[in-house]
């Protein structure tokens, strides 16, 4: 088996740290206990030219960094040591009109090798400003891009990124579609797989019985080094493209399952305005007739809201198709409610890293560390993560662009233990 994460971006991409290059992917990849990670951005011409210089071919589609390119700046300890792979991916962002209504699709692409991708980006070229944003924006009909990419090589596969958030998605509230069918026509055979995005989770996805052809995917779309597989898919098959590309299109038991951020962390799960503070839940924005009461604004209608218009069967339902769900917490986060402090202090650093030389990866460390061997390190951590393993979280749901919050401990909790050692 292998993790992987399909979908980030590089450091050409707007809003992304500059530290987004090969060597700080792999190294961070390493730390998380990522086997497979996308390149990102394979569409933006400066970037390309960088992945044909630094990259090779190790298996059929999967490329290693060449050992002359590491990075120096950050020191990866023994445990996390492990050869990472690349493949192409990109995310691009489609604005267009169909049938009276703006659409606003984001999608992943999955590409065989550097020549096809190659091709893509030509054929692109000729059609927008693919020099734009390592997330270039085209004007095209999804239908219409997905044959353009079929005609450009049967091995590339389309993907609907985050599929549920309000604004740039599939199913998104203020830009998206009812079904597969109505966005990608009679194409939508093609489409074979869907993005959860961190707003929503498979449980969510499950009360769809229109998905259940499709195998559930979940990555970090991440924009930082260290946001690498927030979210990420584990795979039981080979490690390389034919059989990644197997395993989403056709033996969906080769998908092992996800690993998910929970759901109400996520910046859309529900309904909202962040400008006033207002979160809502589905029945109270029906109440308000989708108006803020205070303001009269359009409310912005969360994943939660969404996936219940369209749901056809109810919370909790598991179709045969399910595959596993591992629910994690990002180990910064944690150790920052346990330490009292903010997630980027020093403090958190420090702790971070002593648990990362002295178990493993972070992936281990949430998924899979004996809470003992966690605890000769931090004896609360290893209790949190223990807490996190079983589900026992409090959850304060993101809405319109504002994460939510998940907690392991009561407010008092930490306080009262903090004091029963001082005694």
């Keep these: 088996m292998f993790i992987a994460d399909l979908h980030i971006h590089s450091k050409y991409s707007r809003a ?10 792999e190294a961070w990849s390493k730390i998380k206990g990522i086997d497979l990670v996308s390149t990102g951005d394979f569409t933006y011409p400066a970037w390309f030219k960088e992945l044909n210089k630094k990259l090779e071919e190790k298996e059929p589609g999967v490329y290693a960094l060449k050992k002359e390119f590491k990075a120096t700046d950050v020191r990866i300890p023994e445990k996390c040591e492990r050869n990472i792979r690349f493949i192409l991916s990109t995310e691009l962002s489609l604005i267009y009109k169909k049938k009276d209504k703006v659409r606003k699709v984001h999608l992943v692409i999955l590409c065989p090798n ?24 085209l004007g095209l009909d999804s239908h219409e891009f997905l044959k353009i990419l079929l ?31 109505e966005c990608f026509g009679d194409l939508s055979r093609h489409i074979c797989a869907l993005e959860t995005g961190l707003s929503s989770d498979p449980a969510m996805n499950w009360r769809l019985s229109q998905l259940d052809k499709y195998v559930l995917v979940s990555n970090s779309d991440a924009h930082s080094p260290q946001k690498l597989g927030r979210e990420a898919t584990i795979f039981d098959c080979a490690c390389d493209y034919p059989s990644i590309l197997n395993a989403l299109r056709h033996d969906h038991s080769k998908v092992a399952g996800t690993i998910e951020f929970f759901p109400e962390e996520g910046k859309y799960h529900a309904d909202g305005l962040r400008d006033e503070n207002l979160r809502l839940d589905p029945e109270e924005t029906k109440k308000y007739n989708y108006i803020s009461p205070k303001t009269g604004k359009k409310i912005t209608v969360g994943v939660l809201h969404r996936v219940n218009l369209l749901a056809d069967r109810p919370m909790g339902f598991k179709p045969t198709t399910a595959r596993g769900v591992w629910y994690i917490i990002p180990l910064t986060e ?90």
């Design 334 to 423: 944690i150790i920052g409610e346990v330490l009292q402090v903010g997630g980027a202090s020093k403090k958190v650093d420090e702790l971070y890293w002593k648990l990362i030389e002295n178990i493993g990866p972070e992936f281990y460390i949430l998924k899979e560390a004996p809470a003992p061997e966690i605890a000769k390190v931090h004896p609360l951590i290893a209790e949190g993560i223990a807490r996190m393993r079983e589900g026992k979280v409090i959850k304060e749901p993101g809405y319109d662009g504002e994460y939510g919050v998940i907690k392991l401990f009561k407010p008092r909790e930490l306080v009262e233990r903090e004091q029963m050692t001082l005694i």
């Design 151 to 181: 005609d450009i090589s049967p091995g590339i596969q389309v993907i609907p990124a985050h599929a549920w958030t309000p604004h740039f998605s599939i199913f998104g509230s203020n830009s998206g579609f009812d079904s597969v069918e």
């Design 114 to 137: 550097l020549e096809t991708a190659g091709k893509i980006n030509l054929t692109l070229d000729k059609i927008g400003n693919i020099k734009s944003d390592g997330r270039p924006i």
């Design 16 to 25: 992304c740290s500059k530290r987004l290059d090969l060597e700080h992917i």
